[in-house]
């Protein structure tokens, strides 16, 4: 054999050894070799578990979405490139088989509300929106509207508001609609929604699963009813998840209920250290006793475990001055992210909720002075004494 044909093919396709890796191999092939035709063909046709081509999947995304399935409970999952990628899917495979309505709650990421309106929209689906908390309003919109499928998420952003969302599946149910909750706040720690009766769960798995925002990644892990619509639609349209992205989502995987404990504990601590600042206004936090949805959250979260985010606003603060306040921080992270290791800090008039008019914000409660922070596992102190720095001036 010639230098030539060596330099392609030496090395590689030899049957794996003996010995199993303790984690899962980084495999960047994009297409795979069957011994047989019959083999493949039986792969192409879904009668033999195996791989044929990347878009389809490949064994470091499948150990992904295994492992992402087991921490929700659900049936099975899709790897996506981006959070939104995942969303996206879950939407279309939701409304396959039903009508091209979706009921979504008022108070979602600024992203996905551009989603429903410049994606869904235009395609023709009908978007109406409701205040996902009131269920009676729920119920009525539900009736009015006959949606395909209704969207939520488990804790809104950034107004860190909790639906029933148990209840809701049971209306969705009733009426034949499809539930599709965003669980990126919550985690599987805090929540399952598959449990509660959701059809599809989604994830950012760039935020609290990878955790350390070096991955751009998103999941959606959904029930057996549509789990083939699901993976039918995406190796169609191929959103697939990178072999690299999959390795460090599993990697961070593996720490993410020590690290979220963590931040769960200091966001707590923080909070409650803001509500006595002089310079706050108010503080937004789901472990508080006065939280409009204390009840809910109280029958949906594990005791003591409220969510890592933060939101405040800053006492007769106008933009310049919050623009001051986040420049002054020297530890806290001035990222658009969340969910990493390190604390993060966020405006969300100026990011996540930029297009939206200042009248909706306002409606929202994402007021020119509200400022959305992410708790990381430094230690509390720390990141209060930033703060602290910072908001003084």
């Known amino acids: 054999m010639k230098i030539h044909t060596k330099s392609v093919h030496a090395g590689d396709r030899k049957k ?11 495999y960047t092939a994009a297409s795979y070799i069957s011994a047989r035709q019959e083999e493949l ?4 046709g879904h009668e033999l578990e195996g791989y044929s081509y ?4 490949t ?4 150990a992904l979405e295994e492992l992402v399935t087991s921490l929700e409970n659900g049936h099975g999952a899709q790897a996506c490139a981006s959070g939104m990628a995942a969303l996206e899917l879950a939407i279309l495979a939701a409304l396959v088989d039903r009508p091209k309505s979706i009921l979504a709650a008022e108070a979602l990421y600024g992203a996905t509300l551009n989603l429903l309106v410049r994606v869904f929209e235009p395609l023709g689906a009908a978007v109406q929106h409701v205040d996902i908390y009131d269920l009676e309003a729920v119920e009525r919109a539900i009736a009015a509207h006959r949606p395909g499928c209704v969207l939520m998420e488990t804790i809104s952003n950034p107004t860190l508001r909790v639906g029933q969302i148990d209840r809701i599946a049971a209306m969705c149910k009733a009426a034949g609609a499809a539930l599709i909750v965003d669980n990126t706040f919550a985690t599987p720690l ?3 929604p598959l449990e ?7 994830h950012s798995l760039t935020k609290y699963l990878a955790g350390h925002g070096d991955v751009l990644g998103g999941i959606v892990i959904c029930d057996e009813a549509h789990y083939e619509t699901m993976r039918t639609l995406a190796r169609t349209n191929g959103p697939a998840l990178g072999a690299f992205e999959a390795y460090l989502a599993m990697r961070g995987i593996k720490t993410f209920p020590l690290r979220m404990e963590r931040q769960c504990a200091n966001a707590a601590r923080i909070a409650a250290w803001l509500e006595s600042h002089p310079r706050i206004e108010s503080v937004i936090f789901p472990g508080q006793s006065a939280h409009p949805d204390a009840a809910v959250i109280a029958r949906l979260f594990p005791p ?5 985010m933060v939101s405040f606003r800053i006492r007769d603060a106008a933009r310049e001055a919050v623009f001051a306040f986040i420049d002054r921080l020297k530890l806290v992270v001035r990222a658009t992210s969340l969910g990493d290791v390190h604390s993060m800090i966020l405006y969300p008039v100026i990011s996540s909720h930029r297009e ?8 929202l409660g994402i007021t020119e002075n509200l400022v959305r922070l992410s708790v990381g596992i430094e230690d509390p102190d720390d990141v209060i004494a930033d703060l602290d720095q910072a908001l003084r001036g």
């Open 304 to 308: 003591g475990l409220y969510g890592a």
């Open 59 to 62: 064994p470091t995304g499948a």
């Open 190 to 192: 805090l929540v399952r």
């Open 54 to 57: 990347a878009r389809y999947g």
């Open 356 to 363: 939206m008019s200042p009248a909706q914000r306002q409606r």
């Open 41 to 44: 063909d039986r792969i192409f």
């Open 16 to 26: 794996p050894p003996e010995q199993i890796p303790v984690t899962t191999p980084i």
């Open 196 to 202: 509660l009766g959701a059809n599809f769960c989604v």
